[in-house]
């Protein structure tokens, strides 16, 4: 990635870094203190910035120049550090991002209290900026997300999921918020309907192709980018596109084998240098890159509508937003 674009990807999230902190501010003398440093230390450990970046993003592209668009953006990341909150509380998890998870270090209650906190406090901001649409939106998203991860809990150990079982969990665990993300921004800039459509098809493929990288990343991610255990969704009985890939060409011997692994968490613990080697040996990784760089592809072509010349400095960040999916680490 360019210099230049870089440093305008940093500023923009140093902008987003800088919102939040005034929105905490404003309310800190109102709340609890041990929810306070909750927050805190939950929301400024290291996040992307990816959700708000892209309302504030799509706004842009849709010729916004509106500064609250910033407060608008910021909702994004309330919901998704509130879901990472309550699924840190779920998966029992002491690490997150190479330190003490939330429910590690102040406690479960704690977590998942302060969870609430921001996905009510999210819903209110985009209430206050985006109208009814925005908030049937947001809702409809935070609906889908809460569905995707009850799919994927009734399918635990299942080897017998499809390619659109995993990415019926996909939509609602990663794709959905990040869509909505677009398309709010979008419409709060002034998107038509057209318009608003492309951003959020664009939003929507760029978190399935993140989620495969992510999924990946768990067989071959570097834990100490990663932040988690090699494995760790195979551990816990996750059947994710890089297995259910290569079970699709697997032999009958092959197949007996796996399927007597996932009879228990331990063996599956025990195992997982050996699942990772038979996904490797039925392509089952390279497959599933292939996929996520094909939906990379269908992705950029949504934006293909926004063809103003001043269009193009925000195209690009897009267009560099979609190669580090493809290409992050952690």
């Not at 270090?105 to 406090?121: E, P």
């Not at 939906?295 to 267009?319: G, M, Q, Y």
Request: aromatic share 8%.
């Amino acid at each position: 990635m360019m210099l230049e674009l870089k440093e305008l990807i940093a500023s923009e999230t140093r902008k987003i870094d800088q919102v939040m902190r005034q929105d905490l501010d404003r309310f800190s003398a109102d709340h609890d203190q041990l929810l306070m440093s909750i927050l805190d230390y939950g929301l400024f450990g290291g996040g992307k910035r990816v959700r708000p970046l892209l309302a504030v993003l799509s706004s842009k592209l849709a010729g916004c120049r509106d500064e609250r668009v910033y407060e608008l953006g910021i909702a994004f990341e309330y919901l998704h550090v509130a879901t990472l909150f309550h699924d840190d509380v779920i998966d029992n998890a002491s690490t997150r991002r190479n330190r003490s998870s939330v429910n590690e270090k102040f406690g479960i209650v704690g977590a998942i209290l302060a969870g609430d906190f921001l996905h009510a406090h999210s819903m209110a901001i985009i209430g206050r900026y985006a109208g009814t649409e925005g908030l049937s939106l947001f809702t409809s998203a935070t609906c889908g997300m809460a569905d995707g991860e009850f799919v994927q809990l009734r399918n635990i150990g299942n080897l017998a999921q499809t390619e659109d079982d995993y990415f019926k969990v996909v939509m609602g665990k990663t794709a959905l918020l990040i869509g909505a993300a677009c398309q709010i921004g979008g419409r709060f800039g002034g998107a038509d309907q057209n318009q608003a459509a492309a951003l959020s098809e664009y939003g929507l493929k760029l978190g399935c192709a993140f989620q495969i990288v992510d999924d990946l990343l768990d067989y071959t991610g570097d834990p100490s980018s990663t932040g988690k255990r090699v494995g760790n969704d195979l551990i816990e009985g996750k059947v994710t596109l890089p297995l259910i890939l290569a079970l699709k060409d697997a032999d009958k011997r092959d197949k007996s084998w796996l399927y007597e692994v996932f009879q228990n968490e331990r063996s599956r613990s025990e195992q997982t240098a050996e699942v990772i080697d038979f996904i490797s040996r039925y392509d089952g990784f390279m497959r599933a890159r292939k996929q996520a760089e094909k939906i990379i592809t269908e992705a950029l072509a949504r934006l293909d509508c926004f063809i103003r010349p001043e269009d193009n400095e925000i195209l690009v960040i897009f267009k560099a937003l979609a190669a580090y999916v493809l290409t992050r680490e952690k």
